[in-house]
């Protein structure tokens, strides 16, 4: 399951710090990090996280428990360039940088218990 954030107004730079918390992360418990970090990306990712677990519920009948965050790339995205004006009619360029995240979500694997049974040997 895959969903992406275009053009989001925060240099990647920013945003990759909350990439690192979340990365391998059940969806539960990503998203419960997520809403106690103060971080300003921590709402859209949160978001992010949310829509793309309802699209492997929704389209692929998945269950929510079992997903976790497979990879959570932050990417940059296209940057706006500004002049400030300076001294002596000179111009400084600004870079409003933005971000582009792509998350992926996969199923937690999990090992069933084999009972071995042994053998009498006569």
Request: overall charge positive.
């Amino acid at each position: 399951m895959k969903a992406v954030l275009t053009n989001y107004r925060q240099s990647p730079r920013k945003v990759r710090l909350l990439s690192g918390l979340v990365k391998g992360k059940s969806v539960e418990e990503a998203l419960h990090l997520l809403r106690v970090l103060v971080k300003r990306a921590g709402t859209p990712i949160e978001k992010l996280i949310r829509s793309s677990a309802a699209n492997a519920e929704k389209n692929f009948g998945m269950d929510k428990k079992n997903l976790i965050v497979k990879s959570l790339r932050v990417d940059q995205g296209v940057t706006l360039k500004r002049i400030m004006p300076r001294a002596r009619g000179s111009a400084f360029p600004i870079k409003k940088r933005s971000s582009n995240v792509v998350v992926i979500l996969g199923e937690k694997f999990v090992k069933e218990k084999k009972k071995v049974v042994k053998e009498e040997n006569k």
